[in-house]
Structures are given as structure tokens and as C-alpha cells.
């Protein structure tokens, strides 16, 4: 399946990508367009997903808050932050829901390995994680661990939207106006917070050849 690829080199609205994801998605139903992986920065912003709770929104005045509609709780966007909004026929993938989202999470990890970072799945939170040895322990001994990535989804007539966000270089302070998906004992870290010195070229040209063995079978 031929699937579009598309850059945005400035901020996006929040409002606007939304617009515009709802749009290519009909589009793709209808048979009029490619499926597409969208790959943008936000301005400074939190949304709330479908099961976010009022009471980790902890400064609602520092950013603009957007109902977002996907599944999920509250997150930030913002610059230095690599999002790649997913709009892909599940349908013609599988129609499987699970696998699907266990294939953005696989694509994730797998972008993330490409800079020998070792992202993992944690029951019960969703998103990407890593465990950081380099800071103290947890109170009961066991070891840190921060979210590098998030993980929201929203279907319609099974054509995917929203996806995934991988933090390169954000500033983490941005975070702290709200709880990251309800987790309140886990912090947040980046590729530059990890002390690598990564650009947002070498991010997407990581997403593309991830994608490229996650979802179309290329083992190359």
C-alpha cells in the first residue's frame, strides 16, 4: 500500500491539524487519497484524550487545552517534539485494533533502538518508556523510569488518526502542568535529555525506515 509522507517545517495549530486529519480521513474512505503519515511540531499545548481526568490538568492557564477525541488522558505537545500523525486503512491492515496499536508501539521502539535507546512497553501505562539507571531509585528500590513517547488513537470507519509523539528535545519543564497520562511516580525524558545529540532529520529518517519493516513487511 502507497503511503504519503508529509513534512510541515513550521508550527502547526492544534485546531488546524485536527481540520486537516479529519479531512484526509474521509478521504481515504471514500477511495480519494493515499493513506498518510503527517510528521509536524506543535506549538506548546496539552490535550485531553477521551478518559483524561480533570484533576491532572494542574495549570490550566499555562497552555491552550484542546479536546482531542482520541483514546487516552492528558498530554503536551510542543516544539522539539517529533509528532506523526497516522492516517492508515486499517481495514485493508488486518482490522485487528490491538495489533494495530501494538505495531505504533513496535515502530516507537524500533525508531527509538535505530539511536541504541531501549524503549519498552510497561503494563498498564500506555506509551514508551525507559529505564533510567542513571538517576536515584524509586523509594521501594526499583529502578527509574521515563516516558520518552506517547501513543493516541482514534479510528473512524476503521481509517486511523492521531499517533504517536517522540521526544527529541521539548522542554521538559512544559510537562509539569499537567500528570503525563495519569501517571503521577514516572517522569518524562527525551533523546537530548539521554545525552544524545540527536536532530529531528535523523528522527524522521528513522520513523520512515521503521515504518517501512513495522507495517509494510521490509525487513531491510
Known amino acids: 500500500m ?6 510541515s517545517d513550521t508550527l502547526v495549530p492544534y485546531p488546524e491539524a485536527l481540520a486537516t486529519m479529519e479531512a484526509r480521513v474521509a478521504a481515504i474512505r471514500a477511495g480519494e487519497a493515499p493513506e498518510q503519515v503527517w510528521l509536524l511540531e506543535h506549538p506548546p499545548l496539552y490535550t485531553a484524550g ?20 482520541r483514546g487516552g488522558q492528558y498530554t503536551y505537545h510542543g516544539p522539539g517534539q517529533r509528532v506523526a500523525y ?15 496499536v501494538a505495531q505504533l508501539e513496535d515502530w516507537v521502539i524500533d525508531t527509538l533502538a535505530q539511536f541504541n535507546v531501549v524503549g519498552e512497553r510497561r503494563e498498564g501505562r500506555v506509551g514508551v ?14 529502578p527509574r523510569e521515563d516516558k520518552i ?23 521538559l519543564d512544559h510537562f509539569n502542568g499537567i ?13 537530548v535529555d539521554l545525552g544524545l545529540p540527536v536532530t529531528m532529520d535523523d528522527v524522521d ?16
Open 2 to 7: 502507497s503511503v504519503e509522507w508529509t513534512r
Open 86 to 100: 497516522a492516517m492508515l486503512d486499517v481495514d485493508k491492515r488486518g482490522r485487528d485494533v490491538r495489533a494495530f
Open 179 to 191: 500528570v503525563p497520562c495519569g501517571i503521577r511516580e514516572h517522569g518524562v525524558t527525551s533523546l
Open 205 to 220: 529518517a528513522a520513523l520512515r525506515d521503521s515504518f517501512a519493516h513495522i507495517f509494510e513487511g521490509d525487513a531491510g
Open 149 to 171: 513517547a506517547a501513543i493516541g488513537l482514534r479510528l473512524r470507519k476503521w481509517v486511523s488518526f492521531h499517533g504517536i509523539s517522540i521526544n527529541v528535545e521539548p522542554d
Open 50 to 69: 477521551t478518559s483524561a481526568n480533570p484533576a491532572d490538568l494542574v495549570d490550566p492557564d499555562r497552555f491552550p487545552v484542546f479536546e482531542a477525541q
Open 129 to 142: 518508556w525507559v529505564v533510567r539507571p542513571d538517576k536515584a531509585p524509586n523509594p521501594d528500590g526499583s
